[in-house]
């Protein structure tokens, strides 16, 4: 089957991944923003951690977490969050917090120092992977059980968190790249070139060469896995994990087989230009 040759109303039909279909970018942020918060209000009900792998983009879903944590008080003193990535500088340690580009700057700019603070994630319990201990979310896991939620967005190359799929070269099975933990690793073009466009006016040399990542082991132990595609750019991809080859060379195409994926994308992802010559746009 020529999955660029499906029609958006074909998208999803069989696939083991369930699809969510949503009007635009915002909508993605509000729906998965929900489905977040009702997680962890079902924990804190039972008096259970809730403990998650999140991102630090799409960003837009942040801006609707705080206005729905501060305006209905839901508390995350019992969360445990993982941020899944952060870029490494030549000196192979984090960047600076104060870096625009930093992660874990973003956090704290974005979500952390927006929530009250009789509501907000403790400070011992926000984590980001360390590339001078890099078994930290391996050892949550351990404490915590498998993460409630992992969710993020997804490269143009399929990866999930910054796992990039293996170089033309080099072999590497599924199972294999399943078990992929938390490591530093390069960053490849495809995927800087793509974040210089998206984050810093398209300045290829402003994106660091490398990173550190939660591995494909620790985010597909988690019970449920929930990818966003917000943008034109993804509807290629969004066809190839729906319902192309389950393959180490399109990452996020491995959810196929997990328990319990869903992907939230917009009118933009399933309505793209994915078939040559043809405009498919269609917004009824």
Not at 71 to 77: G, T, V
Request: charged share 25%; proline share 7%; aromatic share 10%.
């Amino acid at each position: 089957m020529d999955v660029m040759k499906l029609t958006p109303e074909e998208l999803g039909k069989g696939s083991p991944i369930r699809l969510e279909r949503c009007g635009s970018e915002h909508d993605i942020y509000w729906k998965m923003a929900l489905e977040m918060l009702d997680v962890i209000k079902e924990n804190n009900a039972k008096g259970k951690t809730t403990f998650m792998i999140v991102p630090y983009g799409p960003l837009g879903g942040y801006s609707v977490l705080v206005y729905l944590i501060n305006k209905y008080r839901i508390s995350l003193k019992n969360c445990v969050f993982m941020n899944m990535d952060e870029y490494i500088g030549n000196d192979g340690k984090y960047i600076p917090t104060d870096d625009p580009l930093s992660f874990r700057g973003g956090m704290d700019r974005i979500f952390y120092g927006l929530i009250d603070d009789e509501l907000n994630v403790l400070p011992e319990n926000r984590y980001f992977p360390d590339p001078d201990d890099p078994g930290v979310c391996l050892r949550l896991i351990e404490k915590y059980g498998a993460p409630d939620m992992t969710w993020g967005g997804i490269g143009i190359n399929g990866h999930f968190a910054f796992n990039e799929p293996p170089e033309p070269d080099e072999v590497c099975t599924n199972e294999e790249f399943l078990e992929r933990p938390t490591r530093v690793l390069d960053i490849t073009r495809e995927t800087r070139t793509i974040n210089a466009y998206m984050n810093c006016g398209a300045n290829l040399e402003a994106i660091p060469k490398k990173c550190i990542t939660v591995g494909m082991k620790e985010i597909y132990s988690s019970e449920r896995i929930r990818i966003l595609m917000p943008r034109d750019w993804l509807a290629a991809m969004l066809r190839r994990v729906l319902h192309g080859e389950v393959t180490c060379r399109v990452p996020c195409s491995l959810f196929q087989k997990h328990k319990d994926c869903m992907v939230y994308a917009s009118s933009d992802a399933i309505y793209g230009d994915v078939i040559p010559k043809i405009r498919i746009y269609n917004k009824k």
